[in-house]
């Protein structure tokens, strides 16, 4: 993770606060630099600074945000960041009468993971997941920088079984590094 210390951000995005920032403060001592850990209160704000972070080419590693928010929803919020940066994971902190939208939205791949709150004390429950789709998304950004063509028929047996091979194993097939002639 260090490589990528300085284009990698943390968005945490809830409308209270004191523990926003509680939350902001045990991630970046548990990341230890790795990530930036940004706070927002709403989806206009987290919109902001979403559109400032990959305006300065930083890539959104990690949303985390509550279903309730006073401008909008989580969800809502997560339709943006899918757009803006569609390789950024999600977490959706929901309440229990929440948690069937929250399900939803797992279903319609706007969210990659749920929490159910109150997680007291919700950094020993949040820093798990956190761990998990961290390491997903870097070794799956790391991945996507080695470029590869594959030559062949768009269409043939044998360049869909190379091209599927390679999705499956995170390298991208774009142009760069010459991998076969089928």
């Known amino acids: ?14 409308p209270d606060p004191l523990r926003r ?10 990341l230890g630099g790795s990530c930036r850990v940004i706070g927002a209160g709403g989806v206009r704000e987290a919109s902001d600074v979403l559109t400032y972070l990959t305006g300065e080419g ?18 809502e919020l997560f339709g943006h960041v899918g757009l803006a940066s569609p390789t950024t994971r999600r977490v959706l902190l929901t309440t229990l009468d929440q948690a069937d939208s929250a399900l939803q939205a797992i279903n319609q791949s706007q969210v990659d993971r749920y929490l159910v709150l109150p997680a007291e004390p919700l950094e020993h429950r949040l820093l798990p997941i956190v761990d998990d789709l961290l390491t997903e998304w870097f070794a799956q950004d790391s991945a996507s920088q080695i470029g590869v063509t594959v030559l062949g028929h768009r ?28």
Not at 58 to 66: D, I, N, Q, R, S
Not at 67 to 74: A, E, I, M, T, V
Not at 155 to 182: E, H, N, Q
């Open 58 to 75: 930083t890539a959104v590693a990690l949303a985390v945000c509550e279903h309730r928010l006073p401008d909008g929803s989580g969800v």
């Open 155 to 182: 269409f043939a047996a044998g360049s869909y079984l190379v091209k599927d091979y390679l999705a499956r194993i995170l390298v991208s097939t774009c142009p760069g590094i010459l991998m076969a002639w089928i």
């Open 1 to 14: 993770m260090a490589e990528n210390a300085r284009t990698a951000a943390v968005l945490l995005v809830s």
């Open 21 to 30: 920032d509680e939350v902001v403060e045990g991630l970046r001592r548990h």
